[in-house]
Protein backbone atom coordinates (compact mmCIF):
# COMPACT_ATOMS: atom_id res chain seq x y z
CA UNK A 1 0.00 0.00 0.00
CA UNK A 2 1.26 3.25 -1.11
CA UNK A 3 2.32 5.82 1.76
CA UNK A 4 2.02 8.94 0.08
CA UNK A 5 -1.24 10.61 0.61
CA UNK A 6 -2.30 14.40 -0.46
CA UNK A 7 -1.51 16.79 2.04
CA UNK A 8 -3.98 20.04 2.88
CA UNK A 9 -2.72 23.45 2.03
CA UNK A 10 -1.36 24.50 5.75
CA UNK A 11 1.33 21.92 4.86
CA UNK A 12 4.14 23.84 3.27
CA UNK A 13 7.92 22.69 2.15
CA UNK A 14 10.84 24.61 2.88
CA UNK A 15 13.98 24.28 0.92
CA UNK A 16 16.81 24.49 3.37
CA UNK A 17 21.07 24.21 2.61
CA UNK A 18 21.49 20.39 1.94
CA UNK A 19 18.19 19.36 2.63
CA UNK A 20 14.40 20.76 3.29
CA UNK A 21 11.29 20.39 5.88
CA UNK A 22 7.91 20.22 6.06
CA UNK A 23 5.61 21.67 8.38
CA UNK A 24 2.01 22.58 9.12
CA UNK A 25 1.44 26.09 8.84
CA UNK A 26 -1.79 26.28 11.38
CA UNK A 27 0.39 25.05 14.13
CA UNK A 28 3.82 26.06 13.53
CA UNK A 29 3.33 29.22 11.85
CA UNK A 30 6.25 30.12 10.14
CA UNK A 31 8.66 27.33 11.23
CA UNK A 32 12.51 28.18 11.10
CA UNK A 33 15.12 25.46 10.74
CA UNK A 34 17.11 26.22 14.22
CA UNK A 35 13.78 24.73 15.75
CA UNK A 36 15.70 21.57 15.34
CA UNK A 37 18.54 22.34 17.05
CA UNK A 38 18.13 22.66 20.96
CA UNK A 39 20.35 25.07 21.34
CA UNK A 40 18.27 27.47 20.13
CA UNK A 41 15.30 26.13 22.76
CA UNK A 42 18.31 26.39 25.49
CA UNK A 43 19.24 30.24 25.06
CA UNK A 44 15.39 30.84 24.68
CA UNK A 45 15.02 29.53 28.08
CA UNK A 46 12.63 26.99 26.71
CA UNK A 47 14.44 23.73 27.02
CA UNK A 48 12.39 21.78 29.49
CA UNK A 49 14.04 18.68 29.81
CA UNK A 50 14.70 15.61 28.11
CA UNK A 51 14.83 12.13 28.20
CA UNK A 52 17.23 9.48 26.79
CA UNK A 53 16.33 6.34 25.29
CA UNK A 54 18.47 5.02 21.93
CA UNK A 55 18.67 8.89 21.23
CA UNK A 56 17.92 11.99 23.37
CA UNK A 57 14.23 13.58 22.90
CA UNK A 58 13.71 17.28 23.87
CA UNK A 59 10.78 18.86 25.84
CA UNK A 60 10.26 22.35 24.32
CA UNK A 61 7.67 25.21 26.29
CA UNK A 62 7.17 28.36 24.72
CA UNK A 63 4.44 30.69 26.18
CA UNK A 64 1.68 29.11 24.19
CA UNK A 65 3.08 26.22 22.68
CA UNK A 66 4.48 22.78 23.66
CA UNK A 67 6.94 20.21 21.64
CA UNK A 68 8.75 17.05 21.25
CA UNK A 69 11.77 17.28 18.92
CA UNK A 70 13.45 14.30 18.58
CA UNK A 71 16.89 13.64 16.51
CA UNK A 72 16.50 10.16 14.64
CA UNK A 73 18.55 7.43 15.99
CA UNK A 74 19.81 3.93 14.45
CA UNK A 75 19.55 1.16 16.73
CA UNK A 76 20.96 -2.24 17.04
CA UNK A 77 24.62 -2.75 15.35
CA UNK A 78 24.34 -0.60 12.08
CA UNK A 79 24.23 1.90 15.29
CA UNK A 80 27.82 1.16 15.88
CA UNK A 81 28.36 1.84 12.03
CA UNK A 82 26.69 5.18 12.18
CA UNK A 83 24.67 6.49 15.22
CA UNK A 84 22.40 8.76 13.48
CA UNK A 85 23.13 8.37 9.57
CA UNK A 86 21.01 6.84 7.10
CA UNK A 87 20.84 5.91 3.28
CA UNK A 88 19.90 8.60 0.96
CA UNK A 89 16.71 6.89 -0.99
CA UNK A 90 15.13 10.11 -2.20
CA UNK A 91 13.65 12.56 -0.01
CA UNK A 92 9.68 10.77 -0.61
CA UNK A 93 11.75 8.23 1.41
CA UNK A 94 13.75 10.37 4.50
CA UNK A 95 12.70 8.31 7.63
CA UNK A 96 11.14 12.10 9.49
CA UNK A 97 9.13 12.60 6.27
CA UNK A 98 7.35 9.38 6.32
CA UNK A 99 6.69 9.57 9.85
CA UNK A 100 5.56 13.34 9.61
CA UNK A 101 2.89 12.48 7.02
CA UNK A 102 1.86 9.35 8.78
CA UNK A 103 0.92 10.94 11.80
CA UNK A 104 -0.67 14.27 9.82
CA UNK A 105 -3.18 11.50 8.50
CA UNK A 106 -3.29 9.42 11.44
CA UNK A 107 -4.27 12.71 13.52
CA UNK A 108 -6.80 13.31 10.33
CA UNK A 109 -8.58 10.36 11.04
CA UNK A 110 -9.18 10.99 14.69
CA UNK A 111 -6.60 8.35 15.59
CA UNK A 112 -4.97 8.93 19.10
CA UNK A 113 -1.18 9.79 17.88
CA UNK A 114 0.60 13.13 18.91
CA UNK A 115 0.01 15.83 15.94
CA UNK A 116 2.98 16.52 13.83
CA UNK A 117 4.06 19.87 13.37
CA UNK A 118 7.69 19.95 11.99
CA UNK A 119 10.35 17.45 9.84
CA UNK A 120 13.28 17.97 8.54
CA UNK A 121 16.37 16.13 6.88
CA UNK A 122 19.37 17.43 6.03
CA UNK A 123 21.43 15.47 3.54
CA UNK A 124 25.49 15.01 3.18
CA UNK A 125 26.47 12.81 0.11
CA UNK A 126 24.67 9.65 -0.20
CA UNK A 127 23.36 9.90 3.95
CA UNK A 128 21.25 12.34 5.63
CA UNK A 129 20.39 12.64 9.27
CA UNK A 130 16.66 13.75 10.14
CA UNK A 131 14.60 15.07 12.96
CA UNK A 132 10.98 15.58 13.98
CA UNK A 133 8.76 17.88 16.06
CA UNK A 134 5.35 16.84 17.48
CA UNK A 135 2.92 18.73 20.04
CA UNK A 136 3.41 17.30 23.19
CA UNK A 137 0.84 14.99 25.00
CA UNK A 138 -0.22 16.78 28.23
CA UNK A 139 -0.74 15.41 31.42
CA UNK A 140 0.93 12.24 29.93
CA UNK A 141 2.78 9.14 31.20
CA UNK A 142 4.33 6.11 29.24
CA UNK A 143 2.93 2.72 30.14
CA UNK A 144 6.87 1.51 31.26
CA UNK A 145 7.38 4.33 33.49
CA UNK A 146 4.29 3.64 35.31
CA UNK A 147 4.77 0.06 35.49
CA UNK A 148 7.52 0.57 37.48
CA UNK A 149 6.29 2.21 40.13
CA UNK A 150 2.66 0.44 40.13
CA UNK A 151 0.26 -1.68 38.29
CA UNK A 152 -2.79 -0.14 36.85
CA UNK A 153 -6.74 -1.20 37.10
CA UNK A 154 -8.18 -3.82 34.71
CA UNK A 155 -10.22 -1.18 32.90
CA UNK A 156 -6.97 0.35 32.18
CA UNK A 157 -5.64 -2.81 30.14
CA UNK A 158 -8.83 -3.06 28.97
CA UNK A 159 -8.42 0.71 27.06
CA UNK A 160 -5.55 0.07 25.99
CA UNK A 161 -6.42 -3.11 23.98
CA UNK A 162 -9.20 -1.48 23.21
CA UNK A 163 -6.90 1.21 21.64
CA UNK A 164 -4.54 -1.26 19.57
CA UNK A 165 -7.30 -2.88 17.85
CA UNK A 166 -8.33 0.59 16.69
CA UNK A 167 -5.37 1.00 14.86
CA UNK A 168 -4.98 -2.95 13.73
CA UNK A 169 -8.24 -2.24 12.24
CA UNK A 170 -7.46 0.61 10.17
CA UNK A 171 -4.73 -1.40 8.74
CA UNK A 172 -2.09 0.86 11.17
CA UNK A 173 0.80 -1.43 11.42
CA UNK A 174 3.10 0.05 14.26
CA UNK A 175 6.81 -0.98 14.09
CA UNK A 176 7.90 -1.22 17.56
CA UNK A 177 4.56 -1.64 19.82
CA UNK A 178 6.10 -1.59 22.71
CA UNK A 179 5.34 -0.48 26.71
CA UNK A 180 7.58 2.93 25.85
CA UNK A 181 5.69 3.69 23.25
CA UNK A 182 1.98 3.58 24.76
CA UNK A 183 1.16 6.84 26.83
CA UNK A 184 -1.58 7.01 29.32
CA UNK A 185 -3.09 10.54 28.89
CA UNK A 186 -5.08 12.51 31.74
CA UNK A 187 -7.24 9.73 33.77
CA UNK A 188 -8.59 7.54 30.80
CA UNK A 189 -6.99 8.47 27.24
CA UNK A 190 -4.34 5.94 25.82
CA UNK A 191 -2.35 7.03 22.51
CA UNK A 192 0.65 5.67 20.17
CA UNK A 193 3.57 7.49 19.82
CA UNK A 194 6.79 7.02 17.88
CA UNK A 195 5.47 5.82 13.81
CA UNK A 196 8.98 5.77 13.00
CA UNK A 197 8.85 2.99 10.23
CA UNK A 198 5.26 3.05 10.60
CA UNK A 199 3.19 1.98 7.61
CA UNK A 200 -0.33 1.24 6.32
CA UNK A 201 -1.31 -3.03 5.51
CA UNK A 202 -3.96 -5.16 5.08
CA UNK A 203 -4.48 -6.71 8.57
CA UNK A 204 -3.55 -9.85 9.20
CA UNK A 205 -0.60 -11.87 11.14
CA UNK A 206 1.66 -8.14 11.82
CA UNK A 207 -1.17 -7.61 14.18
CA UNK A 208 -0.27 -10.68 16.34
CA UNK A 209 3.77 -10.31 16.05
CA UNK A 210 2.30 -6.48 17.72
CA UNK A 211 0.68 -8.31 20.33
CA UNK A 212 3.46 -10.60 21.22
CA UNK A 213 5.97 -7.88 20.80
CA UNK A 214 4.14 -6.18 23.27
CA UNK A 215 4.28 -8.85 25.71
CA UNK A 216 7.63 -9.02 25.72
CA UNK A 217 8.16 -5.72 26.53
CA UNK A 218 5.72 -5.68 29.50
CA UNK A 219 7.39 -9.01 30.63
CA UNK A 220 11.28 -7.36 30.13
CA UNK A 221 9.99 -3.83 32.25
CA UNK A 222 8.21 -6.06 35.15
CA UNK A 223 10.31 -9.25 35.22
CA UNK A 224 11.87 -8.42 39.14
CA UNK A 225 9.09 -6.62 40.20
CA UNK A 226 6.16 -7.29 42.62
CA UNK A 227 3.54 -9.76 40.63
CA UNK A 228 0.67 -6.53 41.04
CA UNK A 229 2.39 -4.67 38.84
CA UNK A 230 1.73 -7.06 35.65
CA UNK A 231 -0.22 -9.82 35.79
CA UNK A 232 -1.59 -12.43 33.79
CA UNK A 233 -5.65 -11.44 34.55
CA UNK A 234 -3.89 -7.87 33.50
CA UNK A 235 -2.59 -9.57 30.23
CA UNK A 236 -6.02 -10.86 29.49
CA UNK A 237 -7.57 -7.60 30.05
CA UNK A 238 -5.87 -6.18 27.60
CA UNK A 239 -6.74 -9.28 25.32
CA UNK A 240 -10.45 -8.66 26.49
CA UNK A 241 -10.23 -5.17 25.46
CA UNK A 242 -8.60 -5.86 21.86
CA UNK A 243 -11.37 -9.12 21.22
CA UNK A 244 -14.44 -6.98 21.91
CA UNK A 245 -13.29 -3.96 20.57
CA UNK A 246 -16.05 -2.67 18.18
CA UNK A 247 -13.27 -1.98 15.33
CA UNK A 248 -15.20 1.21 14.36
CA UNK A 249 -13.52 3.90 12.93
CA UNK A 250 -13.69 7.26 14.90
CA UNK A 251 -16.64 9.59 13.91
CA UNK A 252 -18.19 6.02 12.37
CA UNK A 253 -21.81 4.98 13.31
CA UNK A 254 -21.75 2.76 16.28
CA UNK A 255 -23.26 -0.41 14.03
CA UNK A 256 -20.19 0.15 12.17
CA UNK A 257 -19.19 -4.26 12.15
CA UNK A 258 -15.21 -4.76 13.96
CA UNK A 259 -12.69 -7.10 11.99
CA UNK A 260 -11.83 -10.44 12.88
CA UNK A 261 -9.93 -10.80 15.94
CA UNK A 262 -6.41 -11.79 15.20
CA UNK A 263 -5.69 -15.63 16.26
CA UNK A 264 -3.48 -14.46 19.20
CA UNK A 265 -6.11 -12.69 20.70
CA UNK A 266 -8.52 -15.63 19.60
CA UNK A 267 -6.67 -18.27 20.80
CA UNK A 268 -6.84 -17.14 24.27
CA UNK A 269 -10.77 -17.91 25.03
CA UNK A 270 -13.53 -20.33 23.13
CA UNK A 271 -15.54 -18.06 23.59
CA UNK A 272 -13.76 -14.96 21.86
CA UNK A 273 -16.73 -12.85 19.93
CA UNK A 274 -16.06 -12.78 15.71
CA UNK A 275 -17.68 -10.71 13.42
CA UNK A 276 -19.45 -11.60 10.01
CA UNK A 277 -16.90 -9.57 7.92
CA UNK A 278 -13.57 -9.18 7.57
CA UNK A 279 -12.34 -5.72 7.61
CA UNK A 280 -11.69 -3.88 4.39
CA UNK A 281 -8.52 -2.12 3.68
CA UNK A 282 -8.13 1.35 5.49
CA UNK A 283 -8.83 4.49 4.35
CA UNK A 284 -7.24 6.67 6.64
CA UNK A 285 -7.11 9.86 4.23
CA UNK A 286 -10.33 11.49 5.19
CA UNK A 287 -10.93 13.12 8.04
CA UNK A 288 -12.56 12.76 11.19
CA UNK A 289 -11.47 15.02 13.83
CA UNK A 290 -13.74 16.65 16.19
CA UNK A 291 -14.10 20.91 15.87
CA UNK A 292 -11.39 21.55 18.90
CA UNK A 293 -8.59 19.78 16.16
CA UNK A 294 -8.02 17.16 19.19
CA UNK A 295 -8.29 13.47 18.11
CA UNK A 296 -11.18 11.12 20.20
CA UNK A 297 -8.67 8.86 22.16
CA UNK A 298 -10.13 5.55 23.91
CA UNK A 299 -11.22 6.14 27.05
CA UNK A 300 -13.04 4.27 30.21
CA UNK A 301 -14.82 6.10 33.21
CA UNK A 302 -12.49 4.67 35.99
CA UNK A 303 -9.32 6.45 35.27
CA UNK A 304 -6.60 4.07 34.25
CA UNK A 305 -3.38 6.03 36.40
CA UNK A 306 -5.10 5.75 39.80
CA UNK A 307 -3.72 2.69 41.81
CA UNK A 308 -4.73 -0.42 41.42
CA UNK A 309 -6.63 -1.20 44.94
Known amino acids: ?33 NWFDPKYWQERGELSGEARGRGTVHFVRTADKAFVLRHYHRGGLVAKI ?12 TRAFLEWQLLYHLHRAGLPVPTPVA ?18 LSDSVSLASLLQVRGIPILGWITIGRCIRMFHDLGVCHADLNAHNIMLVGDDSVYLVDFDRGRLMKPGMWCDGNLVRLRRSLEKITYKLPPEHFSEADWHGLLDGYRTATGARPGANPGTSAAQPSPAAASTTTSAPTSTSAAPAPAIAAPATPADGSPPAAAVSTPITQPVS
Open 1 to 33: MSRRWPLGSEVKRKDLTGGAMLYDASRAGNAMP
Open 82 to 93: SRDRYIWRGEGE
Open 119 to 136: ARYVRQGITYTADLITEM
